[in-house]
RNA sequence: GGUCCCUUCGUCUAUCGGUUAGGACACCAGAUUUUCAAUCUGGGAAGAGGGGUUCGACUCCCCUAGGGACUGCCA
């Protein structure tokens, strides 16, 4: 028999992020974290992290410290000291013997064999396997042999999930098994130990991925059992990759270090990752302060969604835009170092920072800022030129940069507004457009890569940068 | 096979019985232009199919089709 969930006797929300440490942290595990974050942050409750580490083949210490690199890069800080769901098995071990005693469980002496044959039998049959422990009385007991302790499941009536994505949704009692909740190890299984976990740590709402929609059936008649109230339940959709199938190896970046590798700022992450499966009406760029104002885990859609790598890019790029310029300049430098393209730190930084304003504009990604946006800058004296540049630079054009050149030697302030005015008078002096000046004096400063207008790539570049490199075009061999 | 979930432009979504079905990304066109971007303006683009209920369905119900999850002494 099942009843609606409880009202929650504490007013305060506490929320999860559950994973198992068996790999990196996936970028759909990362969303499940944001959404639990959000809620906790939009209630002004608590949001708590657990290391489902119960499975000890598995588990490793390096998949731990994924998840914590990840979440941390994320931004996503739990309220609490990490809790190693291994570390409490002696309470699950407890609760597995409270049960036993209350007669909602049974200790289950079959052998892998015999399970694997009543299984087949059960499901060529279109029933539920039931073991035959399960009504075997006290004197039946095999001592001194190991058994698996099984749930003790109704047979009769439905359970009611009331989740705050799914809607209500209904199981009949015959439909669910009897799973094991200890392991003839002893070790408590997963379903079993989230629920004794959830409860102990006070977690008021379980947001999760929706496969483990099934799972609340039976957590929730384990709840019942026990005697203990139940959380709300919430069951987001998975992620999928951008042609609709369940994300996995062939579509690439999975883990949350792919995107902070691929250059995606964590603050894009978390709006892109929250406008996924979420929406508050038409915004779609807003600040952790909105999210968190506008939040509710209700709003969140029940289709699974797309990742979608365009969007993500163009968010990123407005985070980019609205990113201070040291950090970006420091990122870049990074990036940089990744690919082993630094010589000197102190310089890249110093060029790359004063160049920032005008380069942030001009890339979506960090990786893209690193690469072709900032190449431009971080070239060194002489500047090879191309031959369009060598082209562009005949007689009267090097005669004409070397009156700008002198021009521009004497002049003061070097910030973009001015040198745009600035080049515009001397075209006008001239006698000419600028067509005539631009291909010339932008080879000469960018040597051949793009670059931004001729007034940013100044101002990018500084006054003596800029002024070196005019005069060694203009020195160099036509 | 069984149980459960899902289905609006290519993609993410708004709509919570009455709208020319809105926005964003992407795409196309134009503007700008000294390169490459960016930016601005405009445009094309959607309710899976079939039954109901209703004066009126994208919205509610049923069926079908198509996706997906679970069906472990994994989590």
Redesign the pocket.
Known sequence: MSTPPAPNPSPAVVTRF???P?GYLHIGGARTALFNWLYAKARGGKFLLRI????R??STEAAVQAIFDGLNWLGLEADETPIF?FSRVERHREVVEELLQRGGAYR?????EE?QVE?DAA?AE?R??RSPWRDRGPDEAMPNR???VRFKGPLEGETLVDDLV???????NK?L?D??IA???G?????F?VVVDDHDMGVTHVIRG??????AARQSLIYEALGWAKPRFAHI??I?G?D???LSKRHGAQAVGDYAEMGYLPEAMRNYLA?????H??D?IFSDEQAIQWFDIA?V????????F??L??VN?HWMRLADDARLAELTVQALERKGAVADRAETLDRLTRAMPVLK????TLVELAD?AAAFVLKQRPLALDDKTLAALDAETRARLQRLLARLQLFKSWDVFAL?TE?KAFAGDEGV???K???G??GAL?GGS????????LAALGRDESLGRLADALSSDA
């Open positions: 559950a994973p198992s068996t489902e580490d119960t499975d083949e598995r769901q289950d002496w079959m052998t892998p399970l299984r499901k279109g539920r396997f190991p058994y698996a799914q809607g209500e949704v209904r199981w009949k439909d098994d799973l094991v392991r003839s190890d070790t408590p299984t997963y379903n130990a929706d496969d483990h929609l099934n799972n959709p998975l999928h951008p609709g199938a369940k406008r996924l499966g979420w929406a009406g038409d779609e709003d859609g029940r289709a699974p969604a797309r990742l979608d365009d969007k890019a163009h790029g504009d001009r890339a979506k072709p745009e080049l457009g600028m067509g000046i631009g291909p004096l932008r960018a793009p670059a931004p207008d001729l007034a940013k790539t």
